[in-house]
């Protein structure tokens, strides 16, 4: 089993949806939780981090975790064709250097 | 301001060959990492450079290595390649300080192994 889980999609909602992601782990040691969006033949793009638990809003994004479930989620609202992409959860231990990722959740915003 | 760069592009190698693989850091950045991303999976960590020396590694065999110089950009070397090494090699910069959770990725290079 792999210690991070993300459900890969594809995912198809309609432009000005909200679009929930999410992803579940299995090591306890994990304190920063990052979502990166990666279009095609391109490289990742951080969207956001967070340290711990807590919620974390940035536009028309909003991060959470909740460490006591293992289990964190990135909302997008009001869902653009612009946000058509991979969307990458990852985790890393404090001082570690290096992140874990999932395997991705396929998003298609459609116009 | 330029971001991460990677070169080459794409490559095409044969079984049992050697690659090399090159990445520039964003600016003011002091710290590389590679990862490996196979097609329809998520990247995994290679190793990790800082100060010119592998800092960390990940779960990949000795035909993996890598180099960081004077001015932090880096490279990976890849010896006796096998088939299963195609995938897209990626670089991500940061600082030290931040590495655990503030990378830039460069846009990969895509190998094939053949």
């Known amino acids: 089993q792999k210690e991070v889980e993300q459900d890969p999609g594809p995912l198809s909602v309609p432009e000005g949806a909200i679009v929930s992601l999410n992803c579940t782990y299995s090591?306890?040691?994990?304190?920063?939780f990052m979502w990166y969006r990666q279009y095609s033949r391109k490289g990742p793009e951080l969207l956001m981090y967070t340290y711990s638990s807590g919620n974390k809003e940035d536009g028309r994004f909003t991060a959470q975790v909740d460490k006591s479930s293992k289990y964190i989620s990135l909302f997008i609202r009001d869902s653009q064709p612009s946000d058509s992409a991979t969307y990458l959860c990852a985790m890393d231990d404090t001082n570690a250097g290096k992140s874990t990722f999932g395997d991705g959740t396929t998003l298609t915003v459609k116009p | 301001d330029a971001g991460v760069t990677q070169s080459p592009t794409h490559l095409i190698k044969t079984r049992g060959q050697q690659v090399t693989l090159r990445c520039s850091p964003k600016s003011g950045h002091d710290t590389v990492s590679w990862y490996q991303q196979a097609l329809g999976q998520g990247p995994q960590f290679i190793f990790q450079y800082y100060e010119e020396e592998e800092r960390q590694r990940g779960n990949f065999p000795d035909r993996f290595s890598g180099h960081q110089f004077p001015n932090y950009s880096s490279e990976l070397n890849v010896n006796a390649l096998l088939l299963g090494d195609s995938a897209l090699y990626l670089c991500?910069?940061?600082?030290?300080?931040?590495?655990?959770?503030?990378?830039?990725f460069g846009p990969g290079t895509r190998l094939t192994v053949t």
């Open positions: 991500a910069s940061s600082l030290e300080e931040r590495s655990s959770y503030e990378q830039y």
């Open positions: 090591n306890s040691a994990f304190q920063y």
